[in-house]
């Protein structure tokens, strides 16, 4: 391969908390192997790291507008990546993050202690965001299938949004934690559910760009004229590029109705505003060599995935998961391990930390006994991590 995603980086001492503050220590013999955090510890893109340092080399950091640089390299991502035509400037707006552009979007269009749809699991952001501010939240579990596949119920997501007089969404896509990537019948059939409720609907599509095996990205947008207008969706080079640090997304809003709302509330706080670093981050990373190597990556990420799916299935006996079709996480229900063994899930989770495994609880996502593993790191540390797994802990 032509970029490094074999190298072992020392993280320590250089503001990361995967490894300067995960939820369990290692006992004295065993290196921390973090798995927990959703950020790669993997090199940045050298594109993003020749855009930052070009930047920086000129002193002055004062005040800035968003370049035209900025806007095109999204309207060209979007069109390489996800086959969007028709997107211009005006569509897009700087968001200093997804779960800010979440928040903004509900107090826009919802007063306080609305009920507010989304699936479960859910991301730990949604349900921490939005209940600070306010918002009852309603669940709809997705359900496995007779294939392991996580669905959505759709007749559920009706029956919740009538019984509740809900009329605003969060949808993911690809989801968080469980990997899917939606198929477009699936989106539509769920933008029809959300219309017949007249629904307001945030698309979260932070993972659009982490697709493993060659699976394919659906805009929520792009599968109807409503869904285009009665939607707002969030992208970011964040999760793609390991860039959470410097702080930057953008949202896609076609409806001009939906497009001042959102921008009147988010502009309340005036704290809404982008930096120049990230911006020029973003530019070096929506660049072709940027592209070059995030296809790379998303090699590397499936077969890391598959590894990690192939060695679990096989080894641990009582721990079931969906196979990911996209993201670098994997979501692992230890529901029937923890029964066979007497065993607790903190027990459990303390006894991947004990062995250096830092692992994530995966019950703050709505579903229990489940435990949430990052595989965005060279294979060599995934291979020693699930051998002290085999050894120490399913044993």
């Known amino acids: 391969m032509k970029y490094d995603f074999t190298s072992i980086i020392e993280r320590h001492g250089m503001d990361a908390i995967a490894v300067d503050n995960p939820p369990g220590i290692p006992k004295e013999g065993y290196d921390l192997i973090p798995m927990w955090v959703a950020d790669m510890n993997f090199p940045a893109a050298p594109a993003v ?9 000129h002193p002055a950091y004062g005040y800035f507008n968003l370049s035209d640089a900025y806007f095109d390299s999204i309207i060209r991502w979007q069109e390489t990546r996800n086959h969007v035509t028709g997107l211009e400037k005006e569509h897009i707006g700087y968001e200093n993050g997804v779960l800010g552009c979440v928040v903004s979007a509900a107090q826009a269009f919802c007063s306080s202690g609305d009920k507010i749809l989304l699936h479960a699991p859910t991301y730990i952001g949604f349900t921490h965001s939005l209940a600070s501010a306010g918002y009852n939240l309603i669940l709809s579990d997705l359900i496995r299938d007779k294939d392991g596949i996580w669905r959505m119920d759709y007749e559920d997501m009706d029956k919740k949004l009538k019984e509740h007089a809900i009329h605003f969404a969060v949808f993911c896509s690809p989801h968080n934690p469980t990997g899917r990537v939606w198929e477009q019948w699936e989106i539509e059939k769920a933008m029809e559910v ?10 979260d599509e932070i993972w659009s760009d982490l697709l493993l095996n060659g699976r394919k990205h659906i805009p929520t947008q792009s599968v109807s004229q409503d869904a285009k207008n009665r939607t707002i969706a969030v992208y970011a080079p964040s999760k793609t590029f390991n860039l959470a640090g410097l702080v930057g997304s953008y949202h896609i809003v076609y409806n001009e ?31 072709q060599e940027g592209q070059e190597w995030v296809d790379e990556l998303c090699q590397v990420l499936s077969g890391n995935v598959e590894y990690a799916y192939n060695y679990i299935t096989t080894h641990f006996n009582g721990i079931s998961l969906s196979r990911p079709e996209g993201t670098y996480m994997l979501y692992l229900d230890c529901s029937v391990w923890c029964e066979k063994h007497n065993m607790t899930l903190d027990q459990l989770l303390q006894a991947g930390w004990d062995v250096g495994v830092i692992w994530q609880d995966g019950r703050p996502f709505n579903k229990p006994n489940t435990i949430r593993m ?22």
């Open 374 to 395: 990052n595989l965005a790191l060279p294979l060599s540390r995934i291979n020693e991590a699930f051998r002290r797994l085999a050894e120490y802990v399913f044993c």
């Open 49 to 57: 790291v020749q855009a930052l340092l070009a930047r920086v080399s």
């Open 194 to 203: 959300y219309r017949a409720n007249n629904c307001v609907v945030v698309s």
């Open 257 to 287: 109705y939906l497009r001042d709302r959102l921008l009147k509330q988010s502009s309340l706080s005036h704290y809404n505003s982008p930096n120049v670093l990230s911006m020029h981050a973003l530019v070096g990373a929506y660049s």
